[in-house]
């Protein structure tokens, strides 16, 4: 069995804890993937915690959290790779807990920062700071930047002046075999953007804009859109009459009615909400751009139900709150993934964590009703429309349409001659 040290001199409040370990993990420079992780895990741990009527660290609860997974896995429930996985997040969890500090990674892959020597340390945060990008860019964009210097260090160059193209392209190359195509995608991205910000501030005198611009194809996965049936009965299985009730169910219309990202779910705030206009105003946490939505009057009855007849009275901004006491926040859009997974459970249907779901089946209703694409994109505030092109996927309809006969290369009956 696990075993962790007892800790029984401290008490530890679980207030904003969840938070500070969100913070830690960004600013130790964990991925946003693997933060995601990490805190699904945390949340999870105190949510048994807040189950038992606990709202500070218990050791019988730590106890209990670690022999269900080791029964578990005596029983072959779940693999000696997800159980290790588990252990390394959970004692990293219940170590900040008590000290405040982030345990290393063994897997040197995906690790926190690196030490650097003071002039690539200085480097790095020039770099960092000439970026305007959103705080889960700027966090990848320095876990990329440090791994890269940290990788030139340990191959004897001490200084930026004296890396070549050859080096650049001997660190992609390791990248490569340890990292996806998407993560690879973004380490070419962020390398591109470092070697421009050192050719325009004089630390180098070699363009690389052409060595890196060669293409990466990223993994694009299209994943077909819920049924509008399924939708109907997702959102009529939930019982309204219950406090937990009806916070889901306006979590639910949020996405699947105007399409919120769980990001901007988990941080809607009730200034956000324009009663009068009937708008909904919020600045997206992926792009940061400023989305104003229509309040319609299923979301607007919803919210109201939540707010006014089950919401805990709390002065914290954020709408949405755990049912349990201390009622915090739900904190991260994990949260709101395991609030659709609950809901898809009750109604019958296939269970998934991926509230995009109902976002995704937004965007391909509204094309498929003759929305073009880009007034697609600016309802749902995407910079990119690449990000809105994976609506015309799955609109099958339309793509009957585009399907091209067969005259001249009709398939033959039987089987072909060898």
């Keep these: 069995m696990l075993t962790i040290p007892l800790f029984s001199q401290q008490s530890i409040p679980l207030e904003g804890l969840l938070k500070r370990y969100e913070e830690r993990l960004a600013q130790a420079g964990y991925c946003i993937c693997y933060r995601y992780d990490m805190l699904h895990w945390a949340e999870n741990f105190i949510s048994l915690h807040l189950r038992n009527g606990y709202d500070y660290m218990n050791q019988d609860t730590i106890n209990q959290f670690i022999k269900k997974k080791d029964e578990q896995r ?43 020597s003071s002039g690539y340390e200085k480097l790095c945060e020039k ?15 320095r876990w990329v930047t440090r791994r890269y210097f940290s990788w030139l260090e340990e191959n004897g160059i001490g200084e930026i002046e004296k ?34 910000f050192l050719l325009e501030t004089g630390y180098t005198q070699t363009d690389l804009s052409t060595l890196l611009s060669f293409r990466v194809n990223r993994e694009q996965k299209i994943f077909p859109p819920i049924p509008k ?82 919401r805990p009275d709390s002065d914290v901004k954020q709408i949405f709150l755990s049912i349990n006491a201390p009622h915090l ?27 995009h779901d109902l976002r995704r089946a937004l965007g ?19 910079q990119r429309m690449e990000s809105t092109k994976p609506y015309l996927a799955a609109d099958m309809e339309h793509l009957k349409k585009c399907a091209l006969p067969l005259t001249g290369i009709e398939p033959k009956k039987g089987r072909p001659k060898k």
């Design 229 to 310: 049936d399924d939708i109907a009965k997702l959102l009529e299985s939930i019982d309204r009459s219950t406090k937990a009730g009806k916070r889901n169910y306006a979590i639910m219309l949020l996405g699947a009615v105007l399409g919120l990202r769980a990001c901007d779910v988990v941080s809607l705030k009730r200034e956000d909400i324009d009663w009068v206009r009937g708008e909904i105003r919020v600045v997206q946490k992926k792009t940061s751009n400023p989305v104003i939505l229509p309040l319609t009057a299923d979301v607007a009855e919803a919210l109201m139900d939540y707010i006014l007849e089950a």
């Design 74 to 116: 005596y029983k072959g429930e779940i693999g000696q790779e997800h159980y290790r996985k588990w252990k390394r997040i959970i004692e990293r969890f219940i170590l900040f807990a008590y000290t405040g500090e982030i345990g290393m990674l063994p897997n040197a892959n995906i690790g926190p920062k690196q030490e650097l």
């Design 163 to 196: 890396a070549e193209a050859i080096h650049v392209q001997k660190f992609l190359l390791k990248c490569s075999q340890h990292y996806s195509f998407n993560t690879m995608y973004d380490v070419q991205l962020y390398i591109k953007k470092l070697y421009r």
């Design 127 to 141: 770099f960092l700071q000439s970026l305007s990008v959103q705080p889960n860019t700027w966090t990848d964009i």
């Design 329 to 355: 926040p739900l904190g991260t859009p994990i949260a709101i993934g395991n609030v659709y997974e609950s809901c898809c459970k009750k109604a019958g249907l296939h269970v998934s964590r991926r509230f």
């Design 364 to 382: 391909t209703s509204m094309v498929s009703n003759g929305v073009s694409v880009m007034d697609v994109a600016q309802v749902f505030g995407d």
